[in-house]
Nanobody
Framework: QVQLVESGGGLAQVGASLRLTCAQR????????AGWFRQSPGKEREFVAV????????YYGRAVKSRFTISRDNSKKTIYLQMNNLTPEDTAVYYC????????????????WGQGIQVTVSS
């Protein structure tokens, strides 16, 4: 059984950076992508970023493009989300996700989700 464990969240100031880490325990199929979603109170769950199994391609949500970078190290079974120039709008619980493509289907099922980690950006 695959488990995803997020770390690296917490409190940050506006304009600061944080790096989230997602450690995967157990094996998945080799075509599984990995990514991050987030959810703020009273809002829909939002796509943040996804990276392919090889790490060769990455896609980002409009709100974070050019500020966030997703990467993965398959030898360590770890996915990273580097978040730069944080704003209060980035405050949310961030979820690590892995599953078969396409990532657009993950919110409807068929994917494995972590427990989530809080990121709070204060001004």
């Amino acid at each position: 059984q695959v488990q995803l464990v997020e770390s690296g969240g917490g409190l940050a100031q506006v304009g600061a950076s944080l790096r989230l880490t997602c450690a995967q325990r157990g094996r998945t199929d080799s075509d599984y992508g990995a990514g991050w979603f987030r959810q703020s109170p009273g809002k829909e769950r939002e796509f943040v970023a996804v990276v392919t199994w090889s790490g060769g391609s990455a896609y980002y949500g409009r709100a974070v493009k050019s500020r966030f970078t997703i990467s993965r190290d398959n030898s360590k079974k770890t996915i990273y989300l580097q978040m730069n120039n944080l704003t209060p709008e980035d405050t949310a619980v961030y979820y690590c996700v892995t599953g078969p493509p396409p990532a657009t289907a993950w919110a409807r099922g068929g994917a494995i989700w972590g427990q989530g980690i809080q990121v709070t950006v204060s001004s």
